[in-house]
């Protein structure tokens, strides 16, 4: 079992930048494919970005390229992701993912295993 709990979240300006943290608790010392995925009211669930938790490996969604950085914080079990410029479209409760199987693509949100309760990103026009 793994415990994830995101914060981070906030209401910000076009342009802003913020930086979103999961703190892992439980079996963390097993490698996982970890994850950021967003929704938005309406919206699907979508992928934002991803990592293999003992490095090495990264994914980001095509639209958040060069915007989004994911990482963790040392050799602590707290995944960031860094945001910056953000946009309007950027507004979503942000979603803290991990998932035992590190085989495939990372995109998809059905093999994880685990979640976060989310935290809320509100950027203002």
């Known amino acids: 079992q793994v415990q994830l709990v995101e914060s981070g979240g906030g209401l910000v300006q076009t342009g802003d930048s913020l930086r979103l943290s999961c703190a892992a608790s439980?079996?963390?010392?097993?490698?996982?494919?970890m994850g950021w995925f967003r929704q938005a009211p309406g919206k699907e669930r979508q992928f934002v970005a991803g990592?293999?938790?003992?490095?090495?490996?990264?994914d980001y969604e095509d639209s958040v390229k060069g915007r989004f950085t994911i990482s963790r914080e040392g050799a602590r079990n707290i995944l960031l992701l860094q945001i910056n410029k953000l946009q309007p479209e950027d507004t979503a409760v942000y979603y803290c993912?991990?998932?035992?199987?590190?085989?495939?693509?990372?995109?998809?949100?059905?093999?994880?295993?685990?979640w976060g309760q989310g935290t809320q990103v509100t950027v203002s026009s």
């Open positions: 990592m293999l938790w003992s490095g090495g490996r990264t």
């Open positions: 439980g079996r963390t010392y097993l490698n996982y494919i």
């Open positions: 993912a991990a998932r035992r199987d590190i085989v495939g693509s990372m995109r998809d949100a059905r093999p994880y295993d685990y």
